[in-house]
C-alpha cells in the first residue's frame, strides 16, 4: 500500500514510517523541512516537504492510499499552534483525502478527547482541538480509525496493549510511544477496525490479538 505518513519525523511518526517499511509498504514520509529528508528516507521511504499551515498538494498528488496522521504542535506551542496544526492541519489533510480519493485514513488522537471539558483545564485547548478534527473524519465518509492513546511515555516496547471502543479500566493510563507506532501500523489493513474509535494503553493483550478483537 502507499501510505503518506504526516508528521513522518515526529517520535511516533518515525517509527510509523521504519514500520511500514519493514512490512514492504511504500511510504510518503512527510516532513516540513527540506534538510528532515535524510531523517527518514530509507528503502521504501520516500520524503515529501509539506507544511500543515501551508501546500499540501506535494504530499497528495503521490496519490497515496492511507494516510497516517501522527503530527502534533507540541506541548511547547501556544493556542494558535494547537489550533493550526491539531485542527485546522489534520482538517485539512482529511479534506484532501477525500479529494484525492484516499479512502484510507488513521488519525492519532489523545484518550480525554471524546469529553475535553472533563480534561485537565490546561490540556483543554489541545482536547478541543483534537476533538474538532476527530470530528470532522467521523463526518468524512473515508474509512477511518481514530486511535486514541493515554499518556505517551518512551519506555521500551511491551507489545501488550488494552484496545478497546472504550476501556473499561484507566488505572494504568500510559502507552509507549513503539507499541503505538506498533499498533497503529497493525490497525492499517484490518478491515474490522474501520469507522472506530479505539482507544489504547500498556495491558495485557499482545497487539495483534488486541487489534484482532476489536
Ligand atoms: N504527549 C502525549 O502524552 C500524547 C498523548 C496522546 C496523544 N498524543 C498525540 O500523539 C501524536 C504524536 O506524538 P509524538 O510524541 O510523536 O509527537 P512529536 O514527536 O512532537 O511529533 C510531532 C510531529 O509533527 C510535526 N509537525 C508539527 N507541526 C507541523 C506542521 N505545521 N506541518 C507538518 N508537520 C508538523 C513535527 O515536525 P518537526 O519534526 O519538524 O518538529 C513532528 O515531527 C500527536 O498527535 C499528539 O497530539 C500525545
Redesign the pocket.
Known amino acids: 500500500m502507499k501510505v503518506l505518513v504526516?508528521?513522518?519525523?515526529?517520535?511516533?511518526?518515525?517509527q510509523v514510517v521504519k514500520k511500514l517499511a519493514d512490512k514492504n509498504h511504500q511510504v510518503l514520509a512527510?516532513?516540513?523541512?527540506e534538510e528532515?529528508r535524510g531523517n527518514v528516507e530509507e528503502k521504501n521511504v520516500t520524503a515529501v516537504v509539506?507544511?500543515?499551515?501551508?501546500d499540501l498538494s506535494p504530499a497528495f498528488n503521490e496519490k497515496p492510499d492511507a494516510v497516517i496522521?501522527?503530527?502534533?504542535?507540541?506541548?511547547n506551542t501556544g493556542v494558535d499552534?494547537t489550533q493550526?496544526?491539531?485542527n485546522r492541519?489534520a482538517r485539512k489533510t482529511i479534506d484532501e483525502a477525500i479529494k484525492h480519493n484516499t479512502r484510507r485514513y488513521l488519525?492519532?488522537?489523545?484518550?480525554g478527547t471524546d469529553d475535553p471539558n472533563n480534561g485537565p483545564e490546561a490540556l483543554r485547548p489541545?482536547l478541543i482541538a483534537?476533538s474538532q478534527a476527530d470530528q470532522h473524519l467521523v463526518q468524512s465518509g473515508l474509512d477511518y480509525t481514530i486511535v486514541?492513546?493515554?499518556?505517551?511515555?518512551n519506555d521500551n516496547a511491551t507489545g501488550s496493549v488494552n484496545a478497546a471502543e472504550k476501556l473499561k479500566d484507566y488505572s494504568n493510563n500510559s502507552i509507549t510511544?513503539t507499541d503505538?507506532a506498533t499498533a497503529v501500523v497493525e490497525m492499517l489493513d484490518k478491515p474490522n477496525t474501520h469507522q472506530k474509535v479505539i482507544e489504547l494503553v500498556n495491558g495485557n493483550t499482545p497487539i495483534p490479538d488486541a487489534i484482532g478483537n476489536i
Not at 488519525?107 to 484518550?111: F, G, H, P, Q
Open positions: 504526516v508528521g513522518a519525523n515526529g517520535q511516533i511518526g518515525k512527510m516532513v516540513r523541512k528532515q509539506a507544511d500543515l499551515e501551508g496522521f501522527a503530527a502534533g504542535s507540541g506541548a499552534k493550526a496544526v491539531d492541519g488519525i492519532v488522537s489523545s484518550i489541545y483534537k486514541r492513546p493515554g499518556m505517551l511515555v510511544r503505538v
